[in-house]
Nanobody, 129 residues
Framework: EVQLQASGGGLVQTGGSLRLSCAAS????????IGWFRQAPGKEREGVSY????????DYTESVRGRFTISSDNAKNTVYLQMNNLKPEDTAVYYC??????????????????????WGQGTLVTVSS
């Protein structure tokens, strides 16, 4: 079965760092894009970052660009999100999800949640002011 397990959340002060992990199993890892999304109470889920595990393509939403770094350890079937200089507005439940990649081609609708067909349970990140 397809499984995605997000972990690494916790409590951190403004300006601190956390590294989130997304452990994947049950599918051919390098054929997929792994995305990180987050959702704060009362707000819509938004895309944070994604990585093509087979081709290395990456992108970030503007609010985290320069602060967050996404990476993949394909030997471990795990994607990481290194979050530095955290701000209170980063507080949310963070989810990882997968979608099929289009190796060698432009990725359609990379930020649309409906393109991601499997989701993990999420991990809570709380940034205190």
């Amino acid at each position: 079965e397809v499984q995605l397990q997000a972990s690494g959340g916790g409590l951190v002060q403004t300006g601190g760092s956390l590294r989130l992990s997304c452990a994947a199993s049950g599918f051919i890892f390098d054929e997929y894009v792994i995305g990180w999304f987050r959702q704060a109470p009362g707000k819509e889920r938004e895309g944070v970052s994604y990585i093509g595990t087979g081709d290395g393509r990456v992108d970030y939403t503007e609010s985290v660009r320069g602060r967050f770094t996404i990476s993949s350890d394909n030997a471990k079937n795990t994607v990481y999100l290194q979050m530095n200089n955290l701000k209170p507005e980063d507080t949310a439940v963070y989810y990882c999800a997968r979608r099929i990649n289009f190796l060698g081609y432009l990725l359609p609708h990379p930020w649309e949640t409906y393109e991601y067909d499997s989701w993990g349970q999420g991990t809570l990140v709380t940034v205190s002011s």
